[in-house]
């Protein structure tokens, strides 16, 4: 696209965003678009930023309180998040932090952090006011069980048998937390170029054994079976078994919601590579699907999938997987991509709906880069490990933009996070 091409974008891009001011108010018109469906995807470009999360929560309340909605189904394992919805029920003693306390692997800050504290405060303040247990509003768990606890388990033996298939292992791993088609394609180089050292039946016979020790629904425990013995395969095999798992998850959970004449109501937490459709992207091209993919094919327009987005500031990210948190200076957002072309728009946070006119539509059909950070943040290798290329209005229906964030504040903010960004060592 030429320069002129693009100015005229970005005005037309400018004429259609809706400021997001401060208050209440702030989402009412997602909240018209939302209208009566009856899921509701929030994904976000980073796990470590606290105006996502802190966006998150505040349309969920509203979601709650004026759409009736039932609960909140979160990326995470079904234990940790069990913890969290018997405390909003009153059903356990302590307070927010010791309901969030599951949450204690890597990367604990995703949901060990202050704005997720605040939410599943207010979510027990909520619930106490409701009468009937059947009515209160749930926090629930779609991802495979025990899967990080599992994947520690399986690196930690290895450190101390061959720690090359360790740092393998964490390499591919890594690779499935920065998302994307390059991310992937770069860390299943970097494991299948080196060959594997041990065979995949002694890695799922120590993922048995850790989940012998775990209590939870059969089900669960063979798709964590499946997905690391699929972590030796195809790269497109282990995701799509993950997000089909977690799409499983959600209409399990909606049936069990739901009542005679009163669908339930859910809205998902995870990040934008989950909820975004990747039909519009090249994971999809990759032969990779999502779980907003699969929910916006069993539910139509009952699901509304909303990207939220940021061009620069800092976040909370480990520079390895199984790191310390930090934060980290978050570059500028790379030319060529949908943040770029956001972070020139008179608004410093907007709404904008891909759909909102053909000629909206059109502007944004066309291929470009997109961010997208997991727990890991690599600066040194940013258009690789963090950048993937999509079509914004068949991946979104309404993308919410931040055009300068900061990281999401841990509960425990050690000395580590507190010093910053460490020194770079690599430049791109």
């Known amino acids: 696209m030429s320069i002129p091409e693009v100015a005229e974008v970005r005005s037309l891009l400018a ?16 909240l018209d678009a939302v209208g009566n469906a009856r899921f509701v995807l929030l994904g976000t470009a980073s796990n470590g930023t606290h105006e996502f ?6 349309i969920t309340k509203r979601l709650v309180l004026e759409k009736g909605f039932r609960g909140v189904a979160v990326e995470a394992d079904a ?24 949450f204690r692997r890597f990367p604990s800050w995703v949901f060990r952090n202050a704005d997720v504290l605040d939410f599943v405060d207010w979510l027990r303040d909520h619930n106490d006011a409701i009468a009937s247990d059947a009515d209160k509003v749930g926090f629930y768990g779609l991802d495979l069980y025990a899967l ?32 994307g088609g390059d991310a992937q394609g770069y860390g299943a180089s970097a494991l299948f170029g080196t060959g594997i050292s041990c065979e995949d039946e002694v890695i799922v016979a120590l993922v048995e054994r850790h989940l012998a020790t775990e ?40 049936d069990r919601l739901s009542r005679a004449g009163e669908p339930a109501r859910l809205v998902v937490w995870a990040h ?20 907003g993919q699969l929910v916006r094919l069993r539910r139509g327009a009952d699901a509304v999938l909303v990207g939220l987005t940021t061009d620069s500031g800092t976040v909370t990210a480990a520079s390895a997987w199984g790191g ?42 066309e291929r470009r880069l997109e961010r997208a950070v997991g727990a890991v943040y690599r600066p040194e290798t940013e258009r690789t490990s ?40 690599l430049s791109v």
Not at 53 to 58: N, Q
Not at 94 to 102: E, N, Y
Not at 154 to 167: E, Y
Not at 284 to 291: M, Y
Request: glycine fraction near 6%.
């Open 386 to 425: 963090h950048y993937f290329a999509a079509r914004l209005p068949g991946q979104f229906d309404a993308v919410l933009h931040f055009d300068h964030t900061r990281a999401v504040e841990p509960i425990e903010r050690t000395s580590l996070w507190m010093a910053g960004e460490p020194p770079e060592t």
């Open 272 to 291: 934008a590579a989950h909820l975004g459709d990747a039909r519009a992207t090249d994971m999809g091209e990759h032969g990779e699907l999502s779980l």
């Open 215 to 254: 209590d939870g629904p059969g089900r669960s425990r063979d798709a964590a079976e499946k997905y690391y013995r699929a972590m030796f395969g195809s790269p497109a095999v282990s995701w799509n078994l993950r997000d089909r798992h977690m799409a499983e998850s959600l209409d399990a959970l909606a």
């Open 15 to 30: 004429s259609v965003a809706l400021p997001l001011p401060a208050g209440p108010a702030a989402y009412d018109p997602l």
């Open 53 to 58: 999360h802190r966006a998150r929560a505040e």
């Open 324 to 365: 310390p948190a930090r934060r980290r200076r978050l570059r500028p957002a790379l030319a060529g991509s949908f943040e770029a072309l956001f972070r020139d728009l008179p608004h410093p946070r907007f709404l904008l709906r891909p759909h909102e006119s053909r000629e909206v539509e059109a502007a944004l059909s």
């Open 79 to 102: 234990p940790d998040a069990r913890r969290v919805d018997r405390w909003v029920r009153a059903a356990s003693d302590g307070d927010a932090a010791d309901a969030l306390a599951g």
């Open 148 to 179: 990080h606890a599992s994947m520690e388990t399986v690196i930690g033996i290895l450190r101390g048998s061959d720690p090359d298939a360790a740092h393998r292992v964490e390499v591919r791993h890594a690779c499935f937390d920065r998302f």
